[in-house]
């Protein structure tokens, strides 16, 4: 049996692997070719046991504010507008359990940018970028804060560059972004190397505030706080109807909410209440993590250094190590993704079902680390992004009372925006937008989706003829 200095992977590259296509010792254990894994359970909700849900609501309740969502934007949203108006009655419905959608389902990537915000101004571009890194910085401020028991790391991403031109003008892109002050750098194949000495990358751009982090830990542990600031949270509590007036009724399964104000946190599901049904298609997101690498195990495969990587085809990998060695990877292939004949938001048979999903994002990954494909897989999941036309979030507010607000349609990059969310939220809420206003996606309008079978026969069309995934 092989010792921590000589793993499986040690001896792939020095030729003699034979017992590893059986057995592979990680952290001190030894786990099999076939893993027991549990149908779309997230590594990042498995790192949180003993949860147990809240009671659903039952009965008729008031509400100043109510927030439909239990992930990301629905508790960062709870947390500030319950600080700033702490007098105010705010409630938090969750149809499943806090963190069951995408922000427990997620790859984990905590990054800057706004997708589809690409052919803005200099001065636009300098405030999108300080925007998300000050969102990066307040999130995980708020951790240390309350001293919540997050695994997160920030200590930087790269964007790799697999062909020689685009890393060219990547590198001039860093020159012009360094010039508005923000502090991204330029790595040639050399230098990345020496943080990630992966197949085919030609040079990378290093976001160094960047990071990764664990989303169900991150809105489980905050529900606490939250109710310590006088937020009354109902999980399995799924709205039913959405009734608009000065007052909104919102009809669940077992009670009813009156409020003043209601907030669709519901990214990816937000059609299934009737709204924005023509601005968002819920895409199914497959991503896998592999048990848990030590650090020789993760120096060897090729891994040195950083939270995480994503490359530079329309079809997007990426990938993250968690500070205790777990590898997530996601897309890479159309197949990570799936779009579900007329927006159905539940992937059918669950993550196991995709198993030519799984084994085309595995070949990706191998890919970029030819050594990968000993490296026992421990959870497999599907998580339900909610994705615009141009990709550029939809935050505001609506109604002929202007009281339904808003943050949907976050594509790909939730993590930060949705937390950043409650920020922009609250403020819509107070009726002070002024940090926010000419933000291209606050207030916006939409390109329109087609209905179906247009939908998904251009998904189909747009996927199959051109090879190309939309750039999540």
Not at 88 to 95: C, G, I, N, S, W
């Amino acid at each position: 049996m092989a010792s921590q200095q000589s793993t499986p992977l040690m001896r792939l590259m020095t030729g003699s692997a034979r017992l590893a296509a059986t057995t592979w010792p990680v952290a001190g254990r030894i786990f099999r070719e076939r893993l027991e894994i549990d149908d779309n359970r997230s590594l990042w909700v498995s790192k949180t046991p003993g949860y147990r849900p809240r009671p659903a609501l039952q009965g008729r309740i008031t509400a100043d504010l109510a927030i439909i969502g239990g992930g990301f934007t629905g508790t960062s949203t709870a947390y500030y507008v319950s600080q700033r108006f702490p007098n105010r009655r705010v409630v938090l419905l969750e149809a499943a359990t806090l963190a069951n959608g995408a922000s427990g389902r997620n790859g984990g990537m905590m990054l800057n940018w706004v997708n589809g915000c690409d052919n803005v101004t200099p001065s636009m571009t300098a405030r999108i970028y300080q925007m998300t890194r000050n969102g990066i910085a307040n999130l995980c401020a708020l951790i240390e804060r309350h001293a919540l028991p997050v695994d997160y790391r920030r200590d930087g991403t790269v964007t790799l560059y697999t062909d020689p031109a685009r890393a060219e003008a990547a590198h001039a892109e860093v020159e012009l972004h360094n010039t508005l002050g923000i502090p991204t750098r330029f790595f040639d194949g050399a230098e990345l190397r020496q943080h990630l000495a992966v197949e085919h990358g030609c040079g990378a751009v290093f976001d160094p505030d960047t990071g990764q982090i664990n989303g169900a830990q991150l809105v489980r542990s905050l529900a606490p706080v939250l109710e310590a600031q006088g937020v009354q949270i109902y999980e399995g509590t799924p709205v039913l109807r959405v009734q608009e007036g000065t007052r909104i009724r919102l009809t669940t399964a077992q009670g009813e909410v009156d409020a003043g104000a209601i907030v669709l946190a519901t990214n990816g599901y937000t059609g299934a209440l009737g709204y924005f049904r023509d601005a968002l298609f819920p895409l199914h997101s497959h991503v896998f993590a592999t048990a848990a690498l030590s650090p020789e195990e993760q120096h060897t495969l090729g891994w040195r250094g950083l939270a995480g990587f994503a490359d530079d085809f329309d079809r997007i990998s990426y990938a993250s190590m968690t500070r205790d060695g777990h590898l997530i990877f996601g897309g890479g292939s159309n197949r990570a993704y799936s779009y579900c004949f007329n927006n159905r938001t539940t992937y059918p048979g669950g993550a196991m079902s995709a198993s030519r999903h799984q084994r085309a994002m595995e070949a990706t990954l191998r890919r970029y680390f030819p050594q990968s494909h000993m490296l026992p897989i421990a959870h497999r999941w599907v998580g339900t992004l909610g994705i615009t036309f141009d990709r550029r979030p939809l935050i505001g507010v609506r109604g002929e009372q202007r009281n339904v607000y808003y943050a949907v349609g976050y594509c790909g990059h939730g993590v930060t925006l949705a937390n950043l969310a409650g920020e922009i939220l609250c403020d819509l809420y107070a009726g002070d937008d002024s940090r926010w206003r000419d933000l291209p996606f606050i207030q916006s309008g939409y390109h329109r989706i087609p209905p179906e079978p247009f939908r998904w026969i251009g998904y189909q069309m747009f996927t199959r003829l051109t090879g190309r995934s939309p750039r999540v």
